[in-house]
T-cell receptor, first 111, second 115 residues
Framework: NAGVTQTPKFQVLKTGQSMTLQCAQD?????MYWYRQDPGMGLRLIYYSASEGTTDKGEVPNGYNVSRLNKREFSLRLESAAPSQTSVYFC??????????FGPGTRLTVL | KQEVTQIPAALSVPEGENLVLNCSFT??????LQWFRQDPGKGLTSLLLIQSSQREQTSGRLNASLDKSSGRSTLYIAASQPGDSATYLC??????????????FGQGTILTVHP
């Protein structure tokens, strides 16, 4: 039982490059989330998926897109990376509004 | 807009002390409150979840209380150990509307327990 897994663990991009962050959970949760963590700003919600087939914007969605591929997987895409997107990205999952479980994070640097 | 504040921002204590971390939130219409631990360079580990109808939850040396009407929660750590050193985060889940499932986090308390 791996919980929530994220790939890659680390990534360095140049401004304008694109990439997709992958997230998968094996707890059969309906809801999945993407957060970013920045010094002094705390954790902020980017997008979430309440259930398979639905996605909604969170607090800071600009510059990102998401795909809920199936019940297990929820990906986050940066189409044209900017230095302001340098951050640590966390994926989480939960059963509806219950306890959220987090992945280990992806550390992204945009030069 | 929900705002979550954690006090103190940092705390350093000798091993064996009992300590209290504080969390306050501005909108009392919450669904639940969750305490997390984050080690440097790592993800978040869930410690305790308190539903809005509950007053407290306990897990080992940890006890979390919730006073929803006053917008406060405390995390009590008994007999602290160096292994408890980490950042502790408080997060609230709002009660409804378009904020389904959204957690609002505090800035965290950095705890150092020295031998």
């Amino acid at each position: 039982n791996a919980g929530v897994t994220q790939t890659p663990k680390f990534q360095v991009l140049k401004t304008g490059q694109s990439m997709t962050l992958q997230c998968a959970q094996d707890m059969n949760h309906n809801s999945m989330y993407w957060y970013r963590q920045d010094p002094g700003m705390g954790l902020r919600l980017i997008y979430y998926s309440a259930s398979e087939g639905t996605t909604d914007k969170g607090e800071v969605p600009n510059g990102y897109n998401v795909s809920r591929l199936n019940k297990r997987e929820f990906s986050l895409r940066l189409e044209s990376a900017a230095p302001s997107q340098t951050s640590v990205y966390f994926c989480a999952s939960s059963e509806a509004r219950y306890e959220q479980f987090f992945g280990p994070g992806t550390r992204l640097t945009v030069l | 807009k929900q705002e979550v504040t954690q006090i103190p921002a940092a705390l350093s204590v000798p091993e064996g002390e009992n300590l209290v971390l504080n969390c306050s939130f501005t909108d009392s219409a919450i669904y639940n409150l969750q305490w997390f631990r984050q080690d440097p360079g790592k993800g978040l580990t869930s410690l305790l979840l308190i539903q809005s109808s509950q007053r407290e939850q306990t897990s080992g040396r940890l006890n979390a209380s919730l006073d929803k009407s006053s917008g406060r929660s405390t995390l009590y750590i008994a007999a602290s150990q160096p292994g408890d050193s980490a950042t502790y985060l408080c997060a609230v889940k709002d009660g409804g509307g378009t904020s389904y499932g959204k957690l609002t986090f505090g800035q965290g308390t950095i705890l150092t327990v020295h031998p």
